[in-house]
């Protein structure tokens, strides 16, 4: 299917480390010369890896992306706990750390596995009573975090170095590494924050598919667009529906279909002739209701 726009689509890049998500976006937006534009779930300066940027219509399929599972290389500093849970924060404490042998660590690494609860870091960027964590933390203020649930696909120990354990993740959305690691250091009885990342996977994209933002900004602004790619790509998990041009129409204008031959129901890419229309509500009874259209102007 053809792009939405000349300006639409998602790009995949790979963050370097210690530049902020909304840094390598505002990047990004000054090779591409396209002002709209945000990013589908953010990296911390301290990590690298995959950032998945939407620029133009594409913006509309952010908050679909989120939903998708993560994977992660995640490297663990044990022994030492941090105000942040990572390298970046204060020392809080140190603790000597045993010489575990690996089934020790494989038993701890076990508790972790499925569906946990995970308090999520004092310093990240949810809300709690209105205002983001990260500020009451700037402030010297601790406040309790709810447990939020997630799940832990895969958790694999790679190797040991010393004090350092080098990890492979594969978790669900909302799933905070440095968490992870701070937890695991205390089921150890040691301590641990988390000493590097690079997330390798956001489904459905891979960092192997990714471009670094030096290679992205030397190249001028038509080449830098050729690599975005079409937004529905990213849906490609969801049913498709194709409708005839009046139908197309109808839908353009706001109008609920019905009578459609189809007994598909939920969340649908909705197509025209070689266009991708958006996101609708399927009934299973042929009823289609817009959810996200996109703007067809210009291709």
Not at 35 to 55: E, I, N, W, Y
Request: include cysteine.
């Amino acid at each position: 299917m053809s792009s939405v726009t000349p300006e639409s689509g998602i790009l995949l890049l790979d963050k370097p480390v210690g530049l902020s998500s909304n840094a390598a976006l505002g990047r990004a937006r000054h090779a591409l010369k396209i002002r709209k534009a945000g990013h589908a779930g953010t990296l911390d300066p301290l990590a690298s890896g995959l950032l998945v940027l939407c620029f133009g219509e594409a913006t509309k399929v952010a908050g679909y992306l989120l939903d998708g599972d993560k994977a992660y290389l995640a490297e663990v500093c044990l022994g030492v706990t941090t105000a942040t849970d990572d390298a970046e924060g204060e020392v809080l404490q140190r603790r000597p750390v045993p010489d575990w042998d690996e089934h020790h660590i494989e038993q701890a690494l076990a508790a972790f596995r499925g569906p946990i609860d995970q308090v999520p870091p004092m310093y990240s960027a949810l809300k709690q009573g209105g205002e983001r964590l990260y500020r009451m933390a700037r402030r010297g203020e601790h406040v309790e975090r709810p447990a939020r649930a997630v799940t832990i696909h895969e958790l694999k120990l790679l190797d040991r170095d010393g004090a350092h354990l080098r990890l492979q993740v594969l978790c669900s959305k909302g799933t905070y590494i440095r968490s992870l690691a701070r937890d695991l250091g205390e089921a150890l009885g040691c301590g641990a924050h988390l000493s590097a990342l690079r997330r390798v996977r956001s489904a459905p994209y891979d960092v192997a598919d990714a471009l670094d933002l030096e290679s992205l900004l030397a190249l001028d602004r038509e080449r830098a667009r050729d690599l975005l790619q079409p937004p529905d790509q990213a849906l490609s998990h969801l049913p498709e529906i194709h409708l005839p041009d009046e139908m197309a129409d109808r839908l353009r204008m706001g109008q609920r279909l019905s009578g459609l031959s189809t007994s598909v129901s939920g969340l649908v890419r909705v197509y025209g002739r070689e266009t991708f229309l958006g996101l609708c509500d399927a009934d299973g009874d042929g009823g289609l209701r817009a959810r996200r259209l996109m703007s067809t102007a210009g291709k």
